[in-house]
């Protein structure tokens, strides 16, 4: 899940409430969905938020929605931009693969440490998130004192978007002293390398120009001349990407952030060559929501006066109506900064946090029988309990995972006759690039808790009892599911002895025949490798991760492993 670091200080002085101590703040976080995962070197919260609300990406967006809760707020509030004094005039050479712009300009913002640190970390969070790692929508913030506009008929100031020669016009980007071609950054800076692979395959690249010269190498760049800082007062936000919408939304985030530091916000009007746009655009949209469903969904009757209120602490407005039925619906407004409010079912969670899930009063649903445990579950617990039994510290990773993560990182290739290299259950339009598939094997979310850990003592002994899935074509579904046990050991002296020794430990346990016949995987060390043979069955491996592998992970001490399949041990 994506972390935001959150100063509490400077929480309770955007809320206005300075007399919340530490532990009284993290209790209302959580009623927020935010969960504390930690402090900071800094002492600052690190709190992990559902990727879906990134308008909590930055201390300002959570100290609204702790105003909400709080009752301070209510309702709607769309800042009232000024007309626009700027425009982006977008030349019909922009490269194809990125035809989008949007921007705004901001007034009078007042930007200390801790506001500046604020906002870069919302953009570089934008960037990994909503952004795709600035592959669908990149983020420039320039100090606009330092642009100078080319006049245009009317009178506003221009900048041009243009696509330009690989080897054009030089300029000096930011962390640099030298003037560089959009080639040599992509060749020679540290950023420009690490953002190359997004544009080095187009014959022109994307560049926005004022009447000085180039100052913004989108998505990889700011030019030095136009970088923010704490003596900034007029800032310049321009978004580039592949998707108008997206960049739009991007820019409403970081618009609403800036709001709430004092700011004024200023429209700009982007001149495509067939049309023209006024942004940002702070429209609304109207979502409608019956009250029985509400009711259902919560679980508890409410009255229409509780469901507006809940509303507008939620930060929404909601009014009443019949629907030609003559049924009790809302239709509620959503302000222009969720990008998160697709589905009735999202108003109904912000209805029920507002409320207070923990206030809910737990019922037996009424039907004509009680639930149990399903035979799977039992064999599941089992299984857990015997690992937790063994020294393991039980975990519990996402079922979504990249193909880098499940495949390259292991030495894996799809589609291989090994464990764990079935073809991946692949999504069409993944949210982001760090899940973009259904794990085939629980040995890579294994290794990848080991990597984040490494500032941790050792031994580290984790389980996992877990989700995979594989195409399979000779399922109904297309797909074959099942639940995985793996387990890791790492310490300066784990061996194969060690992870063999606790998996007959497990069978034993389960009353099963193991037998552990050599094998070779590419994870794992040859001469060091066996299949994980259960009843007569090949079920999964074990040995000790190779050595390439422990690299590739950061990884500085050795690690035995072993992952088969539950179904198994029954």
Known sequence: MPTVDIDPDE???LTGHEEKGDEELKEDLFGLGLEFEGRTEEGTFELEFAPDRLDRLSVEGVARSLRYQYGDARGVHVPSPNSADWTIEVDESVPDERPYVTGAVIRDVDLDEEALESLIQLQEKLHATMGRKRAKGAIGIHDLTML??????????????VGVEPDGDQFVPLDSDAEMTPAEVLET??????????????????????????????PVINGRRTEVSTDSRDLFVEMTGTDQWTIDKMLNIVCYALSARGATVEEVTVEYPDHDLVRPDLSM?????????????LGIGLDPAEVIDLAERSGLEAEKEENEDGDLVYEVTIPPYRVDVLHPLDIIDDLGRAY???DLEPRYPDVGTVGGRHERSRLERAAREGLVGLGFEDLLNFHMISEEENYDRLDVEPGADVYGAGEPATIKEPYSEDFTMLRTWVMPSLLMVLERNTHRAYPQDLAEIGFAAAVDEDENTGVTEGRRVGAVIASHDAGYEDAKARLQALARNFDVDLETPPTDHPTFISGRTAAVVIDGEEVGVIGEVHPKVLVEHDLEVPVSAFEFDLEALR
Request: glycine content about 8%; aromatic content about 12%; cysteine-free.
């Open 11 to 13: 929480l309770r002085d």
């Open 148 to 161: 100078k506009g080319t006049a245009a008929t009317e009178g506003n100031p221009t900048i041009e978007y």
């Open 189 to 218: 800076h540290q950023t420009g390398q690490t953002y190359a692979d997004l544009i080095s395959e187009y014959e022109r690249y994307p560049a926005i120009y004022d009447d000085i010269g180039l100052f913004s190498f989108p």
């Open 285 to 297: 949209k109207t979502k409608t929501v019956a009250h029985d469903r509400i009711e259902t969904i």
């Open 356 to 358: 207070g899930f923990n």
